[in-house]
Nanobody, 124 residues
Framework: QVQLVESGGGLVQVGGSLRLSCAASGRTFSSYAMGWFRQAPGKEREFVAVIEWSGGIPDYADSVKGRFTISRDNAKNTVYLQMNSLKPEDTAVYYC?????????????????WGQGTQVTVSS
């Protein structure tokens, strides 16, 4: 069983930055693919970024490319999402998720474990 706990969300002005963290329990974290997803009110959960077990081959949604960076520290069992140049449309609850197969996917249904989410609000 893996538990994921996100932190770092908050209220920020347009153009600002936030760094989200996701702390994972479990000895096999380093073998998991990790993803970030978000869900705005009235919308479906959508893919934001994903990173495979070694930290290589990150992938991003087109809407965040060039602004967001996903990274991980396997020694700390933590994955991060650095968010720069934030826009009002980035406002959502952000979730991290773990895929034990280690394969990177953009589909939320491929991820077995989920955190409780952290709210990000970008004010204009």
């Amino acid at each position: 069983q893996v538990q994921l706990v996100e932190s770092g969300g908050g209220l920020v002005q347009v153009g600002g930055s936030l760094r989200l963290s996701c702390a994972a329990s479990g000895r096999t974290f380093s073998s998991y693919a990790m993803g970030w997803f978000r869900q705005a009110p009235g919308k479906e959960r959508e893919f934001v970024a994903v990173i495979e077990w070694s930290g290589g081959i990150p992938d991003y949604a087109d809407s965040v490319k060039g602004r967001f960076t996903i990274s991980r520290d396997n020694a700390k069992n933590t994955v991060y999402l650095q968010m720069n140049s934030l826009k009002p449309e980035d406002t959502a609850v952000y979730y991290c998720a773990a895929n034990p197969s280690g394969i990177v996917y953009s589909a939320p249904g491929r991820y077995r474990y989920w955190g409780q989410g952290t709210q990000v609000t970008v004010s204009s």
